[in-house]
């Protein structure tokens, strides 16, 4: 298995589910169950599969957010909406927002080739220590080839993000400092997004960039040394190679028609990311609107 390509077709797929994240229609179907502001929607929909967990749940399985942060809105905001309903709510933002951005595609025979490839990848996926992904995959497949396609990438996503948990926890980073390097690299978020969205105040910032460059992982100017370069390589090559499961199962010819029909699918989605401050200008995101 070339784990280059499986870490690319990961990349490409990518959005389709994230950009949940960013959509109007997931704050608006939120908002009318009952969860208005911003954090409490993003940890209510991410962590309702799960059920109505508590802090202690959500802040290990998300890994790099401040579980201070975890705790303003866990289980706090499971007494304004019940799980099940966060669900169905966030299923109907992917629908809203996944017709409003493939348009005419949205029913295309690429669309539904790309949903019976991405599922059958999913047959492949192994559900043991991986608690966010095992939650996801409990769900119900939804009836329309989008909605399949947008809960195939989803599943893919988390499957890779539990492994990479492991990776992180693996070279010895806490969550914060997890954050930190991915930020270093340049092809993230940018500083102030990440300290904001995931609550580390400039002073826990500092503290962990200080612990890094102690550990010659970061330098003085906040980028990466050549070890923790180095580091975050093997970071995502151990991620990948935990997470193979899924594109063994397809193989190499599903991988390729996946990707090739995704291609335009991925695109069509990229202006969901076009929002200023978030993106640093190295990612794959920030040019793209």
Not at 135 to 163: F, I, K, N, S, Y
Request: with cysteine.
């Amino acid at each position: 298995m070339d784990t280059a390509e499986a870490a690319r077709i990961v990349g490409r797929l990518e959005p389709i589910h994230s950009m949940i994240y960013f959509v109007p229609e997931t704050a608006a179907e939120l908002a009318e169950v009952g969860i208005t502001r911003n954090r409490d929607q993003y940890f209510a929909q991410r962590s309702a599969p799960m059920g109505a967990v508590g802090p202690g749940v959500v802040a290990a399985t998300f890994f790099n957010f401040n579980p201070a942060l975890v705790a303003r809105s866990v289980p706090g905001v499971w007494s304004l909406a019940a799980p099940a309903d966060v669900l169905n709510a966030r299923l109907r933002a992917a629908d809203a927002a996944l017709r409003r951005l493939l348009g005419d595609d949205v029913s295309s025979a690429a669309t539904r080739e790309a949903a019976d490839l991405a599922r059958k990848a999913c047959d492949g996926a192994a559900v043991e220590d991986r608690p966010l992904y095992a939650a996801h995959a409990d769900l119900p497949w939804p009836d329309e080839p989008h909605l399949q396609l947008w809960h195939a990438v989803t599943l893919l996503r988390e499957h890779r993000g539990d492994a990479h948990l492991h990776a992180l926890s693996s070279a010895g980073l806490a969550g914060i400092e997890a954050l930190v390097t991915h930020v270093a690299t340049g092809k993230g978020f940018t500083v102030g997004f990440a300290q904001q969205s995931r609550g580390w105040s400039p002073e826990q910032w500092s503290a962990a960039s200080a612990a890094l460059v102690e550990r010659g992982l970061v330098d003085g100017d906040g980028g990466l040394t050549e070890a923790g370069a180095a580091l975050r390589a093997e970071i995502e090559d151990h991620t990948t190679r935990m997470s193979l499961g899924p594109w063994r199962h397809l193989g190499a010819e599903g991988m390729a028609r996946l990707a090739e029909v995704s291609r335009p699918l991925s695109k069509a989605v990229l202006p969901a990311f076009a929002i200023e401050g978030v993106f640093a200008p190295g990612s794959p995101r920030a040019s793209k609107g």
